[in-house]
């Protein structure tokens, strides 16, 4: 998510992982991040490790692939810079270790 992620973002969250776009000068910083989260949600948030810059540099590249295909360069040249320092830009939110196992059905 590069933009604002909205309010209620991860309700419900028993898998994956999310990348929030950490920016202060739109008002995104961490505390701002975690204030978005859905009330109740039981996520963790932290900086992105090397084991998520694959998935992440995958994400990017496709959304900067698309903004060069509509000659939106600058945009695009941008969204790639963004990678060269992951853990300033980006955030990795996952359920934590106390989330339901959804496979198992108790009903």
Same mark, same amino acid.
């Given at each position: 998510?590069?933009?604002?992620?909205?309010?209620?973002?991860?309700?419900?969250?028993?898998?994956?992982?999310?990348?929030? %776009?950490?920016?202060?000068?739109?008002?995104?910083?961490?505390?701002?991040? %975690?204030?978005?989260? #859905?009330?109740?949600?039981?996520?963790?948030?932290?900086?992105?490790?090397?084991?998520?810059?694959? #998935?992440? %540099?995958?994400?990017?590249? #496709?959304?900067?692939?698309?903004?060069?295909?509509?000659?939106?360069?600058?945009?695009?040249?941008?969204?790639?810079?963004?990678?060269?320092?992951?853990?300033?830009?980006?955030?990795?939110? %996952?359920?934590?270790?106390?989330?339901?196992?959804?496979?198992?059905?108790?009903?």
């Amino acid at each position: 998510v590069l933009g604002d992620p909205g309010r209620w973002i991860c309700s419900g969250m028993s898998g994956g992982v999310v990348y929030l %776009r950490v920016d202060p000068a739109r008002g995104l910083d961490d505390a701002a991040l %975690r204030d978005r989260f #859905a009330k109740g949600a039981k996520v963790h948030m932290r900086a992105p490790r090397d084991e998520d810059v694959p #998935a992440l %540099r995958e994400l990017i590249d #496709a959304y900067a692939d698309a903004l060069f295909a509509s000659e939106q360069n600058d945009a695009g040249t941008y969204v790639r810079s963004l990678l060269d320092d992951p853990a300033a830009h980006f955030r990795a939110v %996952r359920p934590g270790a106390d989330i339901t196992d959804q496979t198992v059905s108790t009903e």
